[in-house]
């Protein structure tokens, strides 16, 4: 039984079992491996990305939960060339060190900003919970705050 | 770009379409070897650095050490650019290739700079002869900068300088102390003349290499000491990097694997069929210590794996637990260390630490074809020359059967170090099982947690004496768990010092965790001072202070980090400071931590202060970044991190149990470097270390509850708080 999804913007009718997580979709069917496996179990965030505009940790989440969806990538972020205003941020302020829970937390931060525009450093401690082992987080907390004072 | 092979490596000196190539083999043949570098290193080692000028202008630098978010590779290109005056948009940098030409003698010699000079010669050639030996290039001990980049690229750079000087004032027909380089142009003032580093690349390939290029004064940097923003960054904001686990070959297969529980533990039944009728599934493959299940995705391998119950042996060790273990440590100890007759106060402590898992967010991988008598790897590793020793004896093939192509890590921490590659040895014989077939094992995070080198565990016995007036007479203590002259070392004016390593063997497998044996006795040593100190009845700050009046170096970095903390400022009812300093890897770090403690015990870390003498610093933003990253590393052990041990097998199994910090624990850090001419010293790790004693300390001032065991989150905290001293 085929499942159709929408990837930044493509539509695919895959022939998969519905119960594949979508990281593993994304990664391994589709071929696009920014998005990245931390841990399996929804608990770094390294896997995240949007669907339907929410954040989500695709490491569990059956590709049948995203059937008709929109889904967007680390790779489907940037704009008609234009990197988004997060990964613009992530340059100037030199967020990533090793970079590999970082596409988990441009895509966590990309959605918590279209909820929260003006966030205050609590909102963020609530919701930015992605885990980073290289110690990031001072300069993820700058980039947020730059963002949303311009 | 043509493929690099050895031939190429030792004569090049020009390229094909053009452009010149300074490599190792010209300045190994170079008439005075010795002044190349300094008057008084005496290395016979090749320069592992390679600097490439193409027409284009571009100029490529290619470094042999990995890059795993710490900035080397960046680093290392600002230092061969400066010298060479180069315009920085025109530089690229690449990573060399696994060759044997590249072993690495430098990172070697960053350990050897405090050897006395007569020395040096047979330190240099022995830490060569040994690099090659091992087949090390590696990149760890905080060395890249200290060592490659201090006694290689600045070195070259300065000779593709003046080879590009050269060529242009036989160019010009004038002296070649008339011209200059300036942003990747060689110009001659007088005669308005000048010639792109591209158009003369030709010309200075044909030019000897210089025997002793000066090497610019610091002062006149215009790259170094600057914040050059990170050559990889962009590449980490757009998915577009590759990581070891982001590596593909056309009809790969995808492995799952399940490890003895039991380090040293073997496979001794499986019924494989559950998983072979499953989705995807091409074949079950024994391990001696394993089980993998090949499939023709990662998912299918992953979830066919979980079908089956495979029954390990516990290799003897089923009744190895932490509590075993440290009730060895403490019997190892034995009695207190004895204490001076005249003391007029006395302290005793006893320090524990827990095992620790690196966790880098990256997964261990490896991807490998194996076909008859040859094998390629594709991996993350921080030495591709021992992880390609490792494929071959895996293989029972010489190292010259293997090619090993080095990816990004996805974090380092020393857990991608030389002799650690038991990722690599499984998935290099599950390729063999499916040979020509190529198959990219991955870890899941379980195998990773459980199957670690860990930070060792250590416990340490301490003893003090105080004389009438506060004055410290004697600290001495015996530690079991591992240490050294460097991880021990107490700058303090202390008229009697001593610490005693003991040793109580387990079985649990132990490795290098960044800052590698400074992260236990940093928290042992300036823990146990700062006892001494509020015996004393002194501030912590000034009663380290005027032990250190002989070490001007260790003074400032004190003095600064008590000023930029605003130490002894007053500070509400549950808050307090405390401070640390420890020295390694060639750099002096001091740190304040500030931190709040409910009335019911809930801890918050607020702000870290550090000061850091790491020499000259090179990349001003990078730098500031590693210590940044190197107080959350510690930190998260500090607080919550730890390894245990039941029935020989580890406890924790993924993110749930293994913890680490988040955003929302994350304190304020201020950063300062000390603006010195020192030679660079290292970075990486040596911020890691005081942050322990520094939140200890501080939990102290702020509850007078002394946390002697980590991580603290397993001492109960919730009493009345006091005020802070």
């Not at chain 2, 170079?30 to 100029?59: F, H, M, N």
């Not at chain 2, 990581?243 to 073997?266: C, N, Q, R, T």
């Not at chain 2, 921490?413 to 499916?434: E, Q, S």
Request: charge should be neutral.
């Amino acid at each position: 039984m085929a499942i159709k999804i929408t990837v930044n913007g493509q539509t695919h009718s895959l022939d998969i079992e519905p119960d594949t997580p979508l990281l593993w979709t994304i990664r391994e069917t589709l071929g696009l491996t920014g998005t990245k496996f931390g841990c399996g179990i929804s608990a770094c965030g390294a896997c995240t990305v949007n669907l339907n505009g929410r954040a989500v940790r695709s490491c569990q989440l059956p590709v049948s939960a995203a059937e008709g969806g929109e889904v967007t990538t680390i790779e489907g972020l940037a704009r008609e060339g234009a990197l988004h205003p997060v990964q613009q941020a992530w340059i100037t302020h030199q967020v990533p060190q090793c970079g590999y829970c970082q596409s988990g937390m441009i895509m966590a931060v990309a959605a918590f900003l279209e909820q929260h525009p003006q966030p205050s450093d609590e909102d963020i401690d609530a919701s930015i919970t992605n885990i980073c082992r290289c110690g990031t987080f001072a300069r993820v907390r700058r980039a947020i705050h730059a963002i949303t004072q311009r | 770009m043509r493929k690099w092979t050895r031939r190429a490596f030792i004569g090049a000196g020009s390229l094909v379409g053009g452009g010149f190539v300074l490599g190792a083999g010209e300045l190994l043949f170079a008439p005075s070897r010795q002044s190349v570098v300094s008057a008084d290193a005496a290395e016979k080692g090749q320069l592992t650095t390679w600097i490439t000028v193409t027409p284009d202008d571009l100029v490529t630098v290619l470094v042999p050490h990995c890059e795993m978010g710490q900035g080397t590779h960046t680093a290392l290109a600002m230092m061969a650019a400066e010298e060479m005056d180069a315009d920085w948009n025109l530089v690229r940098v690449r990573e060399a290739p696994a060759l044997d030409a590249y072993a690495n003698a430098y990172m070697l010699r960053a350990f050897a700079g405090n050897i006395p000079a007569p020395l040096v010669r047979g330190v240099d050639w022995g830490a060569y002869r040994l690099a090659r030996w091992f087949g090390t290039q590696a990149t760890g001990g905080s060395s890249s900068v200290r060592g490659t980049g201090q006694y290689g690229m600045t070195v070259a750079g300065a000779a593709a300088r003046d080879m590009l000087l050269a060529a242009a004032a036989a160019r010009f027909g004038v002296r070649m102390s008339e011209c200059k380089a300036i942003r990747s142009r060689i110009v001659h003032e007088q005669s308005g003349k000048s010639a792109s580093f591209g158009e003369l690349a030709t010309a200075a390939a044909a030019i000897p290499v210089p025997s002793s290029p000066a090497l610019k004064r610091p002062d006149s940097y215009t790259i170094r000491r600057t914040a050059r923003p990170r050559l990889d960054i962009p590449s980490k904001v757009d998915g577009s990097a590759i990581y070891g686990i982001d590596f593909k070959l056309p009809g790969m297969l995808h492995a799952a694997i399940e490890i003895a529980p039991v380090y040293g533990g073997k496979l001794t039944s499986v019924d494989t069929t559950p998983a072979e009728t499953m989705p995807g599934v091409k074949r079950v493959v024994r391990l001696d210590e394993a089980v993998a299940v090949v499939a023709d995705t990662y998912w299918h391998a992953r979830r066919a794996l979980a079908a089956l119950k495979p029954a390990f042996d516990d290799a003897g060790h089923g009744n190895v637990s932490s509590a075993s273990i440290f009730a060895a440590f403490d019997k190892s100890l034995g009695a207190p260390p004895t204490m001076p007759k005249n003391a007029a106060k006395t302290v005793a402590a006893d320090y524990r630490v827990p095992f620790l898992a690196h966790a880098t967010m990256e997964p261990m991988v490896c991807t490998a074809r194996v076909d008859k008598d040859r094998a390629e790897v594709w991996a993350g590793v921080q030495d591709p020359l021992n992880a390609r020793s490792a494929a071959a004896s895996a293989l029972k093939l010489n190292v010259e059967q293997v090619h090993l192509t080095n990816l990004l890590l996805g974090g380092g921490f020393g857990r991608r170090l030389p002799f650690t590659y038991d990722y690599i040895d499984m998935g290099v014989r599950i390729a063999k099982a499916m040979s020509p077939v190529p198959v990219k094992l991955i870890w899941s995070r379980e195998n990773d947690i459980q199957h670690d080198y860990y930070r060792p565990a250590g416990m340490a016995r301490f003893a003090g004496a105080l004389d009438a007036g506060g004055a410290p007479l004697a600290v001495r203590s015996s530690y079991a768990g591992g240490g050294d002259g460097e991880s021990t070392f107490m700058p303090y004016a202390i008229p009697d010092k001593h610490a005693a390593a003991r040793d109580a063997a387990h079985p649990v497998r132990t490795g290098a965790w960044r800052s590698v044996l400074n992260s236990q006795h940093g928290f042992f040593k300036e823990s146990f001072i700062d006892e001494m100190a509020h015996a004393a009845g002194k501030d912590p700050y000034r009663f380290r202070l005027d032990l250190l009046n002989h070490a001007p170096l260790f003074r400032d970095v004190l003095e600064r980090v008590a000023a930029l903390s605003g130490w002894g400022s007053p500070l509400p009812e549950g808050e307090g400071r405390g401070i640390a300093i420890t020295q390694c890897f060639g750099s002096i770090v001091a740190e304040v931590a500030h931190i709040a403690v409910t009335p019911e015990g809930k801890l918050r870390v607020l702000d870290v202060f550090a000061v850091v003498d790491c020499g000259d610093v090179v990349n001003t933003d990078s730098a500031a970044a590693q210590a940044e990253g190197g107080i959350i590393f510690g930190l998260s052990a500090a607080l919550v991190g730890e390894i245990t041990i039941a029935e020989g097998r580890v406890v924790q199994r993924n993110f749930q149990d293994h913890l680490m910090i988040h955003l929302a624990d994350a304190p304020r850090i201020t950063v300062e470097f000390i603006k010195t001419y020192r030679r660079p010293g290292g970075l990486g790790e040596p911020c890691v270390p005081p942050i322990a004693a520094a939140v200890a300390n501080a939990v102290f001032a702020a509850t007078g509850i002394r946390v002697r065991d980590l991580p603290i989150k397993n001492t109960p905290l919730s009493r009345q708080t006091k005020t802070s001293a």
